[in-house]
């Protein structure tokens, strides 16, 4: 494991009540990906979404939600052989989509190329790793994506994707994933602030 972040620290509810960390673990883009991302994201920003910004732009493997403190440990320890175990892979990000519908759209987002079929298989692991020591994790289907923007009141989504439809990156080869920390509404426009806890890398990465 590379790059031990912090130690948790706890969250404290409304009620003065110690809560657990609203964590997540991802894949993040290298800088100059994320460069190019920002370059076709950028100049399609208006007052119709809440956009999401470079510095939280990341490929989600597995939400655990709110993890009891007492838990972290032995998530940490499941994620560095799990991360451990997976061989470097290729992903670019190529095209547009949204969910729930192009009429009804509620997220725009960045889709994935990812030639190896290796995110999903990693994602599955990482959500094994969190159910095994009790953490619970919704159960859906594995859909990778990167979010550009979320509105509240869901409308068509067609000029946004015609806009977007030639969105490419280039190739890099995956060779850590992170865990991070989200604190809801902390970030620009009521946002999330993300912030990496940990760092794994794959193996021979």
Known sequence: MVGRIRTLTGVTGRDGARMGERLFAAVVPPGDVIDELAAWVDPRRDDAWRWTHAPE???TLAFYGDVDTWRYEALVERLEAVVGGTAAFPLKLHGVGCFASVEKANVLFADVDDPTESLAPLAAACRTAATTIGIDVARQRYRPHL??????????????????????????????????????????????????RERFSVANG
């Open 57 to 59: 732009w990341h490929l």
């Open 147 to 196: 979010t550009l923007g979320r509105r509240n009141r869901p409308s068509d989504a067609s000029r946004y994707l015609r806009a977007l439809a030639e969105l490419e990156t280039r190739s890099w080869q995956v060779t850590d994933a992170v865990l991070v920390q989200s604190f809801l509404g902390q970030g620009p426009r009521g946002t999330a602030r993300h912030e990496v």
